[in-house]
């Protein structure tokens, strides 16, 4: 028998690049459906991600903490269910300091599991990585594989997994797990790779391409990885974890040329660069168990690069906000050793 339509979710991190695309799509959708925000606006989170949605009385939004128990209260006393997207998310930066991954990734996502227990929501569901499974030199990983993160971003991940998993076995908390690939997409932060290459190309700076770019990454179109978080969160089984991906295993060089063909720009930005430590060269995911509910990615690579370039070209207001002296703080703490030419004077 199929679960009562949900009505009214909490939506942890809403304000971010994924978290808001789920927003705007799940209303647009979804007619009776309403949506609180719960969201502390980091420097990755914007109200500006949000801007688009007009029917503001199917969206609430509260500033907050996911890892501040009476905001959680406050914020999670009338849903039926809360997804979780709440988190420090850039490994880069997790290698310069990881003490916030562990207080939001881990902590945080323990102050909504116990709100989800007291409350005894119909869903909990944890938006979670295929990084978790660490570097895959060969075949595919499914769900029941061995978790080995080797950052401090993907251990923090796999850690709230654990948490997850323990509340669903000890007080029975209708959770359910879903594992992204690497997403892309309008609103994504200019840090990671596709919108920092884009970026970087429509200012004309190098892209720096980490080693020698064979690093491989099965990348999804946003619109694709939310309509999967929906699909598992209306039809999953409770105490269940989804793999979701689109099996597009694309190398850092092929990112830089594809950007570069489509922002018009020369091969000659491209610059290699030191690697990242403990780089995970390969994910890949099985995801045949998600297949049943009804969800497959529809956009190509090459579609959704399309698409991504088109957005940021016309929303350069947008992303040279998000460019501005903290941005360029962090690239140089994280990119040493770059040409002068590299970072805007
Ligand atoms: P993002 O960094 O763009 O957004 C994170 C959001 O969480 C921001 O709005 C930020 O303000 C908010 N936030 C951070 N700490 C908070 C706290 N303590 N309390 C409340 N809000 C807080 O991240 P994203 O790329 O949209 O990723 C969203 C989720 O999806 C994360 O859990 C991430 O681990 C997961 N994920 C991301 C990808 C990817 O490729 N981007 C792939 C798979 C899974
Ligand atoms: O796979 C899911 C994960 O994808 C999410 O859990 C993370 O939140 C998200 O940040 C992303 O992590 P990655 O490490 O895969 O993404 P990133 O864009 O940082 O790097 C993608 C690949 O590109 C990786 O092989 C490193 C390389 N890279 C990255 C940057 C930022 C470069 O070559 N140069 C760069 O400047």
Same mark, same amino acid.
């Given at each position: 028998?199929?679960?009562?339509?949900?009505?009214?979710?909490?939506?942890?991190?809403?304000?971010?690049?994924?978290?808001?695309?789920?927003?705007?799509?799940?209303?647009?959708?979804?007619?009776?459906?309403?949506?609180?925000?719960?969201?502390?606006?980091?420097?990755?989170?914007?109200?500006?991600?949000?801007?688009?949605?007009?029917?503001?009385?199917?969206?609430?939004?509260?500033?907050?903490?996911?890892?501040?128990?009476?905001?959680?209260?406050?914020?999670?006393?009338?849903?039926?269910?809360?997804?979780?997207?709440?988190?420090?998310?850039?490994?880069?930066?997790?290698?310069?300091?990881?003490?916030?991954?562990?207080?939001?990734?881990?902590?945080?996502?323990?102050?909504?599991?116990?709100?989800?227990?007291?409350?005894?929501?119909?869903?909990?569901?944890?938006?979670?990585?295929? #990084?978790?499974? +660490?570097?895959? /030199? $060969?075949?595919?990983?499914?769900?029941? @594989? *061995?978790?080995?993160?080797?950052?401090? &971003?993907?251990?923090?991940?796999?850690?709230?997994?654990?948490?997850?998993?323990?509340?669903?076995?000890?007080?029975?908390?209708?959770?359910?797990?879903?594992?992204?690939?690497?997403?892309?997409?309008?609103?994504?932060?200019?840090?990671?790779?596709?919108?920092?290459?884009?970026?970087?190309?429509?200012?004309?700076?190098?892209?720096?391409?980490?080693?020698?770019?064979?690093?491989?990454?099965?990348?999804?179109?946003?619109?694709?990885?939310?309509?999967?978080?929906?699909?598992?969160?209306?039809?999953?089984?409770?105490?269940?974890?989804?793999?979701?991906?689109?099996?597009?295993?694309?190398?850092?060089?092929?990112?830089?040329?594809?950007?570069? #063909?489509?922002? +018009?720009?020369? /091969? $000659?930005?491209?610059?290699?660069?030191? @690697? *990242?430590?403990?780089?995970?060269?390969? &994910?890949?995911?099985?995801?045949?168990?998600?297949?049943?509910?009804?969800?497959?990615?529809?956009?190509?690579?090459?579609?959704?690069?399309?698409?991504?370039?088109?957005?940021?070209?016309?929303?350069?207001?947008?992303?040279?906000?998000?460019?501005?002296?903290?941005?360029?703080?962090?690239?140089?703490?994280?990119?040493?050793?770059?040409?002068?030419?590299?970072?805007?004077?």
């Amino acid at each position: 028998m199929s679960m009562a339509p949900l009505r009214h979710l909490l939506v942890t991190g809403g304000a971010g690049f994924i978290g808001s695309a789920f927003v705007r799509q799940r209303l647009a959708a979804e007619p009776d459906l309403r949506i609180t925000v719960l969201d502390k606006l980091t420097y990755a989170g914007s109200l500006e991600n949000l801007a688009e949605i007009t029917d503001s009385r199917r969206l609430a939004f509260i500033q907050g903490d996911i890892c501040d128990r009476a905001a959680v209260d406050r914020a999670a006393k009338d849903v039926d269910a809360i997804v979780n997207f709440a988190a420090e998310s850039h490994v880069d930066r997790s290698l310069l300091e990881a003490g916030e991954f562990v207080q939001t990734d881990v902590y945080g996502t323990h102050v909504l599991l116990e709100a989800a227990r007291r409350y005894q929501h119909r869903r909990f569901l944890q938006v979670s990585t295929d #990084e978790v499974y +660490g570097h895959v /030199a $060969s075949g595919r990983s499914a769900e029941a @594989d *061995r978790l080995e993160p080797r950052s401090p &971003y993907s251990a923090t991940k796999a850690g709230a997994e654990m948490l997850v998993h323990a509340y669903r076995q000890s007080f029975a908390v209708p959770t359910l797990v879903t594992r992204g690939s690497n997403t892309y997409g309008p609103y994504q932060f200019p840090e990671k790779i596709i919108s920092l290459f884009i970026t970087n190309a429509l200012q004309d700076l190098p892209l720096p391409i980490y080693g020698d770019g064979s690093a491989v990454r099965d990348y999804l179109y946003v619109d694709d990885h939310v309509d999967a978080i929906a699909t598992v969160l209306n039809n999953g089984e409770p105490g269940s974890v989804y793999n979701v991906g689109a099996g597009a295993e694309v190398s850092g060089v092929t990112v830089a040329d594809t950007v570069l #063909e489509f922002c +018009g720009k020369p /091969a $000659s930005l491209k610059q290699f660069v030191k @690697d *990242r430590p403990g780089h995970d060269y390969r &994910y890949a995911l099985d995801v045949e168990r998600i297949r049943p509910l009804g969800w497959e990615s529809r956009v190509s690579f090459r579609d959704g690069m399309r698409l991504t370039v088109d957005w940021y070209k016309k929303h350069d207001a947008w992303w040279r906000r998000r460019k501005e002296a903290d941005f360029w703080k962090y690239y140089r703490r994280n990119y040493q050793g770059l040409p002068s030419g590299a970072i805007p004077q």
